[in-house]
């Protein structure tokens, strides 16, 4: 640990939580937030702190392997655990809770997990900015229902703060751009099934072959629609034919580059006046 980090009273904040914790499963997906909370966890508690990845449908092939890899590379106790969100029919539905339905089965298996091998608590890595007002956040539901601690709120750190202490602690992934599940490319309302999630995984596999690294596939049926962090949106004009090429391989039958660019939640709509953010 750098002495920056041993010295800073947000790092002092989080670890004296999850030390109080005594013994925890941590949700963790490989993002920044979910690695901090697990590296923190492995240094407070050792033995006591197991991380785990849910593995479905709706995690790429990339990212499971990115998790595994990283939790190896940290030296982190892990398990990977199977989940089953397709069997939920309101998660099948894609309204505006699918993301409750997700982290329902989810939690439920991690506290199931827990009871059984003995551990206290289950965490998430839910920061503080998640629950600013203005957003909906149907998954903090499902974590109050399954009783979830979420360390980084309780010790107040924001995404900000997240990635300054893991730059501090040497963690890799910390200027990672988020990357939800393949279900938040499906517009709400329009039905995921297990096909759905595989011809987005195959589309954004053949939009990473040919190196681009801020993107999403978004999905509206036949037509794939490719927004592009704004560094790369230039290029992607030069190399449209490689793009169409691949993402019609993927099974798409048209393929669009989207003017604006990425932004990070571009299918969220509207419910009572709050932001679902996906």
Excluded at 61 to 71: K, V
Excluded at 224 to 244: D, Q, S
Aim: glycine content about 10%; some cysteine.
């Amino acid at each position: 640990m750098s002495a920056s980090a041993t010295a800073d009273p947000r790092y002092h904040r989080l670890s004296e939580c999850i030390r109080g914790y005594g013994s925890a499963v941590v949700a963790y997906s490989g993002g920044v937030d979910s690695t901090l909370v697990a590296v923190v966890a492995h240094r407070e508690l050792g033995a006591r702190a197991l991380a785990v990845t849910g593995i479905s449908a709706s995690l790429s092939g990339s990212e499971r392997i990115h998790a595994m890899d990283l939790a190896k590379n940290l030296a982190l106790p892990h398990r990977c655990m199977d989940t089953d969100e397709l069997s939920r029919p309101g998660y099948r539905a894609n309204a505006g809770d699918r993301c409750f339905h997700c982290k329902s089965e989810l939690f439920e298996r991690l506290r199931s997990l827990a009871e059984r091998e003995g551990f206290a608590h289950v965490l998430s890595g839910d920061n503080l900015d998640d629950v600013r007002p203005g957003g909906h956040r149907p998954g903090m539901r499902a974590a109050a229902a399954w009783s979830v601690q979420k360390p980084l709120i309780e010790a107040g750190l924001g995404k900000e703060d997240v990635r300054a202490l893991a730059k501090m602690l040497d963690i890799p992934n910390h200027a990672k751009v988020a990357s939800p599940c393949l279900a938040s490319r499906v517009p709400h309302g329009v039905a995921v099934d297990r096909e759905v999630l595989a011809k987005i995984e195959r589309a954004e596999a053949a939009v990473r072959t040919l190196g681009f690294t801020q993107f999403r596939v978004r999905h509206h049926g036949d037509i794939a629609r490719i927004e592009l962090g704004g560094a790369e949106l230039e290029r992607a004009i030069v190399e449209r034919a490689a793009l169409v090429r691949g993402v019609k391989a993927a099974g798409y039958q048209w393929v669009t580059l989207d003017l604006a660019g990425f932004r990070s939640g571009s299918l969220n709509v509207v419910l009572k006046g709050e932001t679902i953010q996906s």
